[in-house]
């Protein structure tokens, strides 16, 4: 569409959202709800999944590779729908491009303010929980945090293995004394598809903290600051992957779906 300035209406181009897999949907869907108009085109790298227990470099890498392709459908914002890749790859990236950056870190600051005297356990990938702006974060809000790296976690849910989540959660959650537990925050994308689970398993005056709805107004913040923001006609979501036909199917039922592994 021509605006009445001849210019290009940059309000009606996609916003590109990325994961290393199918995690990231669970901050889309949120995105739907909030941006109803917008169109989004995710992409889930599936081929170079796991992000978690890669290095630095090699997230900034595959992070550059998924931007170049987003960057070639026009997209007008970017959301990192992944807590390692933004930990990552965030500050590189928004030196190197002109569209707006949302990324997505663990939800530390919701926990301290819901947190009594008790622990808050910050569930993460490995490499999240090293990142020099993850240490930023557990200084300012990290009284009482631990870090619980969950090697191998995101690949149950890759694989739809709920049976085997939740044995791995069931083990994790008995290292810990669950009554001195306050707040309980899921760092890392894929883990929200297990949020019910995670709610049976533990008592109910724990609180779970996670940052799609946070991610979600946030997107819509940026958008609206820079004239980007996109209210009238009905949103699409086109879903890329550098998987394959399976991981697209995946993405569809993870983004239709109410609850997972129930
Ligand atoms: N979903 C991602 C996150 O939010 C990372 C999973 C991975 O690739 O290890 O951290």
Same mark, same amino acid.
Request: hydrophobic share 40%.
């Given at each position: ?10 309000? %009606? ?56 392709? %987003? ?66 974060? /557990? ?110 199917? %995946? /993405? ?11």
């Amino acid at each position: 569409m021509i605006r009445e300035d001849n210019s290009v209406d940059r309000r %009606l181009d996609p916003v590109g959202v990325f994961d290393s897999g199918v995690g990231g949907i669970s901050a889309l869907r949120e995105m739907i709800r909030v941006l109803p108009a917008e169109t989004f085109i995710y992409y889930g790298d599936i081929r170079n999944a796991p992000y978690g227990t890669k290095s630095t470099d090699e997230v900034i890498s595959c992070a550059r590779a998924v931007v170049r392709k %987003l960057l070639d459908q026009k997209i007008k914002a970017l959301v990192i729908a992944c807590n390692t890749a933004t930990g990552a790859a965030a500050a590189t990236l928004r030196r190197e491009l002109s569209i707006p950056v949302i990324g997505m870190e663990p939800a530390l600051k919701p926990a301290s303010e819901i947190r009594k005297n008790g622990r808050i356990l910050v569930l993460a990938t490995p490499l999240t929980l090293h990142q020099e702006k993850f240490n930023r974060l /557990m200084e300012k809000y990290g009284e009482g945090a631990e870090r619980v790296p969950c090697n191998g976690l995101m690949e149950l849910v890759e694989k739809e293995d709920f049976s085997g989540a939740e044995q791995y959660l069931r083990k994790l959650f008995s290292g810990f004394d669950m009554a001195q537990v306050d707040a309980v925050v899921l760092g890392c994308t894929h883990y929200v598809f297990l949020k019910d689970m995670i709610r049976d398993m533990i008592p109910a005056e724990t609180a779970i903290t996670e940052g799609s709805e946070g991610t979600a107004r946030q997107l819509r913040r940026i958008l609206q600051k820079n004239d980007l923001l996109n209210e009238q006609g009905e949103g699409r979501v086109i879903l890329q992957t550098s998987g394959t036909e399976k991981d697209i199917r %995946l /993405m569809r039922k993870l983004l239709e779906k109410d609850k997972m592994g129930r």
